[in-house]
């Protein structure tokens, strides 16, 4: 996939896609603990990859427990 398909989502999409509250999604941000995002001007908008990381890396560190 070329950057330019790159799909990308809300902070809203994002809480909704995750089960979390909007609030949890910006804290994540601010703390560096979340998704991986970009700012375009000053939207923040998280690429679907970061999001499929994100979510791949927290099943993984699940299972190491």
């Known amino acids: ?6 799909q990308f989502l809300t ?3 994002l809480a909704e896609r995750l089960h979390v509250s909007i609030n949890t999604v910006r804290s994540w ?3 560096k603990t979340g998704p991986q995002y970009v700012k375009m ?13 994100f979510i791949a890396a ?8």
Do not use: C, I, T
């Open 1 to 6: 996939m070329s950057q330019s398909d790159e």
């Open 11 to 13: 902070d809203m999409e």
């Open 29 to 31: 941000r601010h703390r």
């Open 41 to 53: 001007n000053k939207l923040v908008r998280y690429p679907v990859s970061a999001v499929e990381e």
């Open 58 to 65: 927290g099943r993984s560190e699940e299972k190491a427990r």
